[in-house]
């Protein structure tokens, strides 16, 4: 009778042993979902009026642009970003919103509003070559010891001398 209340007991702690281990296991399995970029909050880009918000009301009410044109700086854009990751897998984005706001250059007023999303991106191939570097390649030991005869390992004092350009040693 003993050996027998030991069995179920022994297999009434294996089975919770199981379930707690197969929880544990579909637990690490679960999306983690993650937000980047510009996150609307108070007013949604889209709510803007063309021809009647400037630059000031637009930063007031949607805060700084995630950037703005490198060749325009009335231009800015606002970008969000969702991922999704499971488990071992690579994030996949899963939703980007881009809307872009152009302004008149004299009078700062709103004057585009163009909204751009996932479907709108293309993917763009990168050339994967790499330009040789002319020189001889250090071994880790050769650049952990090469500079230990010439006096560069302490920091120099002379540092800001009228004068002096970056790289000449005072003697």
């Known amino acids: 009778m003993a050996s027998i209340l030991r069995t179920t ?3 009434r702690r294996l089975a919770i042993a199981s379930l707690a281990a197969a929880a544990f296991a579909i637990s690490g399995c679960t999306t983690i979902t993650s937000h980047s970029g510009y996150q609307a909050i108070d007013t949604n880009p889209t709510d803007l009026a063309v021809g009647t918000d400037t630059k000031s009301t637009v930063r ?5 642009p995630s950037v703005t044109s490198t060749f325009d700086p009335n231009v800015w854009f606002y970008i969000s970003q969702v991922k999704a990751r499971a488990a071992f897998r690579r994030p996949q984005v899963i939703k980007r919103d881009i809307v872009a706001l152009g302004f008149d ?3 700062e007023v709103l004057k585009t509003l163009d909204t751009l ?3 709108d991106g293309k993917v763009i191939a990168f050339n994967g070559r790499e330009t040789p570097t002319r020189g001889r390649e250090m071994t880790v030991l050769e650049q952990l010891l090469g ?7 302490l920091p120099r004092d002379d540092t800001g001398v009228p004068g002096s350009r970056p790289g000449d040693r005072r003697r």
């Open 105 to 107: 250059k004299e009078t």
């Open 147 to 153: 500079s230990v005869g010439r006096g560069t390992m």
């Open 9 to 11: 007991t022994f297999q």
């Open 60 to 64: 007031t009410k949607l805060g700084s």
């Open 117 to 119: 999303s996932l479907k």
